[in-house]
């Protein structure tokens, strides 16, 4: 595939590579990411609030490189941060009209460490309602739309970043991941998808969904993904489990490859996640070229509890807790899928609860004694493509693990890294991704494997521009 000209299309690394020759400016490049904005944002809808400061700060970025001394890794590179993480001096909003519209005082952990790698933050994404749902809409912001086919949705909860790092709104955007909101997006929007080892990316305040939530990367490619996670994954003395620091380049190795991994092509996560055919065809086609990369593919069980069962207490205790310390005056401004997911789950009582917690104890417990006879899993990444962004939200309980998030979510309760990577296009023209994971702590694995997969496939996935879904589509609200 030919290097793009337009510096809205290119990697965050290619774009470093070209401050560094002066062959381009932070500020051109800003300029190039906000003329695009300007002309497809309108109907793809990826933004809560736009930066005014960002020329601001890619003036400054621009000043150091022609001074020779760039502040960090990230210096001059345009990027995006979910409206579910503090960005000093913008309201965290949550996709909520119940939300207060203070600006926040302080950045997230993960704001600060892209800041202090130099990142310029041009705006904040949107987000389904609290983060809850996969369905890419919220009550606050409405709908966004997928850049492949604005009648699709992106996906969430990082609905925002999905549509943002489709539509080349920038290279790098943060998104958050408690049940699978960094990977379902990513997945149907072609974007790679790092969900990370919880703790490597520290977080504060934390939400409804501490126990399994994590921050992440979201960018169009895989080595992008290892060089925003260097800048993020710094401990935090605001977040008791932070990890300590390791302070390192996670690009490094990046390219060694899988020959003479182990790995196990999973088809069960406690339960038969539903797939469709071409799901199906996409999940073999990576076993297939990871198995010509060297690895040793096979089909192996992990043989993990139900899962549906634990993630729905754990994931409707989170959201039954957020209803019930929304004011009662207010209620009626929430998603109505909220009040549905706490009604299922008013009756449950701690000792229910802490079952629950057990079990996902013994997911993860599984999943390391797995992991001693493979070095690393693949599965598929969700059940279809996107689909239609403007479907009413029926049956949340049934929708996480038929429709939503039935291949992701087990991984949040195993608490490992997990990536989504785009494997091939379907019929309609719509991107599909696998997942890998690696043990716990082991994220340089999975960046290996997904980097494999990535050369492997060799697909131009990240340029929608290109598709007739974009061209000409500015009239569409």
Known sequence: MTKPTDPALMSAEQLLDLYARRALSPVEALRAVTERIARYNPWVNAFAAMNP?????????????MAGRPLGLLDGVPCTVKDLLNLAGFPTRRGSRTTDATPAAEDAPAVVGLKAEGAVIIGKTTTTEFGWKSPGDCPLHGITRNPWDPQRTPGGSSSGAGAAGAACFGPLHIGTDAGGSIRIPA???????????????????????SAVAVAGPMTRGV???????????????????????????????????????????????????????EGAAALQVAAKLLEEAGAIVEEADPDLPDTRAIFSRVWGVALARIWDQTPEDKRHLLDAGLAEVREKNETMHAPDFLAADMLRIECAHRMARFHQRYDLVLTAATPTAAFDADAPTVKPMEALWRDWAPWTFAFNLTRQPAISVPI????????????????????????????????????????????VQMRGRTDIH
């Open 53 to 65: 400061h960002a020329l601001r700060a890619a003036g400054e970025s621009e000043a150091r490189w």
């Open 187 to 209: 997945a149907y929007c072609g974007l790679v998808g790092m969900k990370p080892s919880y703790g490597r990316i520290p977080q504060w305040p934390h939400g409804a969904f």
């Open 424 to 467: 091939g296009l379907d019929e309609a023209g719509m991107p599909r991704a696998v997942q890998v994971a690696a043990a716990l702590y082991r994220d340089d694995l999975a960046l290996r494997a997904a980097r494999a997969i990535e050369r492997a496939a060799s697909l131009p996935l990240a340029e929608p521009a290109e598709t």
């Open 223 to 277: 080595r992008d993904a290892a060089l925003m996670f260097s800048a993020m994954a710094r401990h935090d003395l605001r977040d008791p489990v932070s990890l300590p620091d390791d302070r390192r380049d996670w690009r490094d190795g990046i390219e060694q490859g899988v020959a003479g991994l182990r790995v196990a092509l999973v088809r069960r996560l406690g339960f038969e996640p539903p797939l469709d055919a």
